[in-house]
Structures are given as structure tokens and as C-alpha cells.
């Protein structure tokens, strides 16, 4: 007799579909972090395997680190812009107006420290144009970023014209070593802290997971998006550093393509493109190595560039459903 209503409650009991196992994979806490890390580990294994070895020549490891550590820089600075719901993909044309504008700059005062600190000024300038067109003009961040894509990369071809703007050789490879490690060092140490630690990543976080709520509690959306895109402005003018001391000169085309590569790395690291409470500043770094290791192992197995983009583009669809999934409900406490 007792064993009956066991047996009709088992019957009872609701079936998981597919989807619903898939949502409670995904929505682990744990999710975010070693999907990204095993990606990446996967993807380095299989191209060693199908390149016979060559992928860990030592100046492949280079190349990768190099190109890793712009993209990962621009990442982290945009992972502040992304945590707010906002997407801004023009930092690769920002990235490269403020390359052009460093570069003029050094040759007309034949000074390192003056391009340095132009570029990484412009950079936070021109983002700080992008915010203001966004708050203030009421602007969609996505519309502004368009048409700053098409404005920038214009201003770039008629600044440098049909010969790339030189930079000093040993200058360079003098300033390519440990300033660079030093520079990033700090500033993702600094982008860390704050986002996870201090009340900015609070604030940057509960306005992406629910926007009328965090403006109900007080907090500031005007000053908190201005924050953001200062520190991301941060980012892309260190990458721009980073980028001329990388190659010495700055051509017309500088930073093309790199505001989707940027998009493509955040959403591997494992961050909602959408805000909230799967937000966070060290996803760019991981999906900047995995996207810099999938060019490369593409490219080294005699893949196409158009093909590349079109896996490039089924990942990055993937990946949003995946991970990237809108908030439907208020703010929980993991924001706090």
C-alpha cells in the first residue's frame, strides 16, 4: 500500500527537455568561467595536433601573445561599456584615429612620451565623443558606433594618405618589452579591482541587470555610463600604444576589423554582451587568447580569410545564445 503513491508521484514528476538542461548548464555559476578556460585549452590542443607540432614554434607563441595582449587590452576596457547593456564595437577605428593622430604627433616632436601620452589621451577622448552622443543626444550606442566606424576610419585615410606615418625602429623595440607588461600589468590589476571589488563594478552591474531599478535606488546613470567609457577609453588608448610600438608605423587601415574581433573575444571569455550579474572585466583577456589561437590555427591549416570569418561569425552566434542570455527578473544579490 505505501509503495503506490511513490510510484504515482515518480509518474508525476516533470520531464527535463533538452532546453531545460541546457539552461541549467549554463546558467551554473561556475559556467562562465570554465567553459571559456576549456575552449581555450581545447582549441590550442587540437590545432598543436593538426599542425603537426608547428603551432608551438616559439615565434607563433610570440605572435599570438602580441596580438593577444591589443585585443585583450581593448576587452578589458569595454568589458565597463558592456556590463551596462551598452555595445560600442567602434573602439578598433577609435583604437586607430588615436594611433594616427600619436603618430602625427611624433613626428612632428620626434618625442616617444609625447605620441605615448597623445594616444592614450585620444583614446579616451574620442570615447568620451561616443558617450556624450549616447547620454546627452540621446543617441543609441549601437547607432553611434556605426557611424563613429565609417567618421574615424575616414579621418584616418586622409591623415596618413598612401604611405604609413613611421615611428622610430629601436625606440620601439626599447619601449616593446617591459613597458608594455608593466602598462598592461597595472592597468588590468586596476580594471580588476575596481570592477570586482569597489562600488563602480556594483553599479556598472546593476544597471545592466535591471535599469529602472538601479535608477529607482539612486544611483547615477549619466555619471556610472561616463565611468564606463572612461575606463574602456583607458583601454583602447593602451592598446593603441601597444599597437605602434608593435609595428613601428601606423598605416591608414590601422585598428580595422578589431571592434568585432573585441566583441568575438568577449563573448568568449564568457560575458553577457547583454549586462548584469555575468558580467565581468577578465572574460576579454581569455576570449582575446582563444580568438588570437583560432586566427592563427585557421590560418596556419591553409584556411581561407573569408572562411575564417564565417566561423569566426557561427561561434559568436553560438556563443550569445549560450551565454549571453537578457535578465528577465529584478537584480538578485549576486550584484552586490
Known amino acids: ?80 561599456i558592456y556590463s551596462t547593456g551598452n555595445i560600442d564595437f567602434s573602439v578598433g577605428s577609435v583604437m586607430g584615429l588615436a594611433c594616427v593622430i600619436g603618430a602625427m604627433v611624433y613626428q612632428a616632436t ?26 546627452i543626444f540621446k543617441v543609441q550606442p549601437a547607432m553611434v558606433a556605426i557611424v563613429a566606424m565609417s567618421v574615424y576610419s575616414a579621418l584616418c585615410t586622409v591623415l596618413v594618405g598612401a604611405a604609413p606615418l613611421k615611428v622610430d625602429f629601436k625606440s620601439c623595440q626599447a619601449l616593446e ?50 565611468i564606463s567609457f572612461l575606463f574602456a577609453g583607458i583601454g583602447v588608448g593602451l592598446a593603441g600604444v601597444f599597437q605602434t610600438l608593435r609595428t613601428a608605423s601606423v598605416a591608414s587601415n590601422v585598428g580595422a576589423g578589431m571592434g568585432m574581433d573585441v566583441m568575438l573575444a568577449t563573448v568568449l571569455g564568457g560575458m553577457s554582451i547583454f549586462g548584469g550579474t555575468k558580467s565581468n572585466c577578465y572574460a576579454g583577456l581569455i576570449g582575446a587568447i582563444t580568438v588570437t589561437i583560432l586566427d592563427k590555427g585557421l590560418l596556419m591549416m591553409g584556411v581561407s580569410s573569408t572562411m575564417i570569418q564565417g566561423v569566426r561569425g557561427i561561434i559568436f552566434l553560438l556563443l550569445v545564445f549560450l551565454n549571453s542570455e537578457r535578465p528577465k527578473t529584478l537584480p538578485s544579490r549576486q550584484q552586490f
Open 1 to 80: 500500500m505505501t509503495a503506490k503513491p511513490d510510484t504515482m508521484n515518480e509518474e508525476r514528476a516533470p520531464q527535463l527537455t533538452l532546453a531545460d538542461k541546457i539552461n541549467i548548464i549554463k546558467n551554473h555559476r561556475f559556467f562562465p568561467i570554465i567553459f571559456p578556460l576549456s575552449m581555450l585549452v581545447i582549441l590550442f590542443l587540437l590545432f598543436v595536433a593538426l599542425t603537426g607540432g608547428k603551432f608551438l614554434r616559439p615565434s607563433v607563441i610570440t605572435g599570438i601573445f602580441n596580438q593577444s595582449l591589443i585585443i585583450g587590452t581593448l576587452a578589458t576596457g569595454v568589458a565597463f
Open 110 to 135: 620626434q618625442s616617444m612620451t609625447a605620441m605615448i601620452i597623445v594616444t592614450a589621451l585620444c583614446g579616451i577622448g574620442i570615447m568620451m565623443i561616443n558617450c556624450t552622443l549616447g547620454v
Open 177 to 226: 618589452g617591459s613597458f608594455r607588461y608593466i602598462a598592461f600589468i597595472l592597468y588590468f590589476l586596476t580594471c580588476l579591482i575596481l570592477y570586482h571589488r569597489t562600488a563602480i563594478g556594483r553599479k556598472l552591474r546593476f544597471i545592466g541587470g535591471n535599469e529602472q531599478c538601479a535608477v529607482q535606488t539612486g544611483i547615477n546613470k549619466v555619471k556610472t555610463t561616463y
